[in-house]
């Protein structure tokens, strides 16, 4: 009888067994492979550079433990900068404070430089992106002026603004901006001709245009340039501070230089490369998040 019922139910018979080879799997094996895979990941992504880097760590203390050596070696960094490497936010006076206030004051003119480059980049760049006779008639000379150093725009944004830190807010403006103008531009010559089609068809005014099709469009490109602007701000604002002052990064390293501190200079280049190496990360995931992924192409 149950081999009949077998046969005249095979739905039944193959609907439990299925039932029997999956339920058991719902659980614990699930979770094993969560586990493995955040484990890989974990190896993937971070054993590799702390390898890499306690190597470059071994080769700089055999090569500068003679006591003749020209630069320090990370024991000698390590017992004569312990105290800004331990508490970045130590505060004893006007200068004499930690490496972490020092970061967050440039930190401010970044934002504030690169802010502003951002927005007036990414109009400029849709203007020039969606106007033919706009892209002949600034983009010959946008190209001339993004190749002009950073700190070579210091004395003329001195001259102009009579103070140190408008000045370096200029800088990283003008020097963040192209990036931003020019990936805007591609991104919006790009856009494909049946989203244009669309917007006709719904007769979107410019401002709709703008904010529904093009931006979404474009954004790869845009936040690859933006990548590109917040690394050269970073760059800009340490390169200016060395010469405007002031209780920035950049104004430390000179002071350290001209007072021979040495291993406070290494300490802070440290402290300038994991900041550099967040916002990039920072915008990075921004832009993942804004384009769900996308991809420049």
């Known amino acids: 009888m149950s081999a009949l019922a077998n046969k005249e139910n095979p739905s039944t018979a193959a609907s439990a067994k299925t039932a029997a080879k999956v339920l058991p799997f719902s659980g614990k ?8 895979r955040a484990g890989l990941t974990a190896l993937r992504n971070v054993v590799p550079p702390a390898v890499v880097l306690a190597l470059i760590l071994l080769v700089w203390q055999v090569l500068c433990s003679s006591t003749d050596a020209s630069l320090p070696s990370p024991h000698q960094v390590w017992q004569d900068s312990y105290e800004l490497i331990a508490y970045p936010f130590f505060n004893y006076g006007s200068q004499d404070i ?33 106007s033919v006779w706009a892209m002949r008639g600034l983009d010959p000379i946008f190209q001339v002026l993004r190749t002009v150093p950073p700190l070579a725009w210091l004395p003329l944004s001195l001259a102009a603004f009579q103070d140190s830190n408008p000045s370096a807010i200029f800088v990283i403006f003008i020097t ?15 856009i494909p001709q049946d989203y244009r089609n669309v917007a006709e068809v719904l007769r979107l005014n410019h401002f709709e245009f703008f904010w529904k099709i093009m931006l979404p469009s474009a954004a790869p490109y845009i936040f690859t340039g933006l990548r590109i602007g917040v690394g050269l701000s970073w760059l800009a604002i340490v390169a200016a501070e060395m010469l405007t002052g002031g209780v920035g990064i950049g104004f430390f390293i000179w002071d350290a230089w001209n007072s021979s501190r040495l291993p406070d200079i290494i300490v802070a280049l440290a402290y300038i490369g994991i900041v550099g190496f967040a916002l990039d990360k920072l915008v990075a995931a921004l832009g993942k998040l804004v384009t769900r992924g996308a991809v420049a192409n």
């Open 98 to 130: 930690g490496l972490g206030w020092r970061v967050l004051v440039s930190l401010q003119r970044v934002v504030y430089g690169f802010g502003l480059a951002a927005v007036c980049g990414v109009i400029i760049g849709a203007i020039i992106g969606q």
């Open 176 to 190: 963040s901006i192209w990036p931003v103008i020019i990936n805007t531009a591609v991104g919006v010559r790009n």
């Open 29 to 36: 094996h699930g979770s094993r492979i969560d586990f493995r």
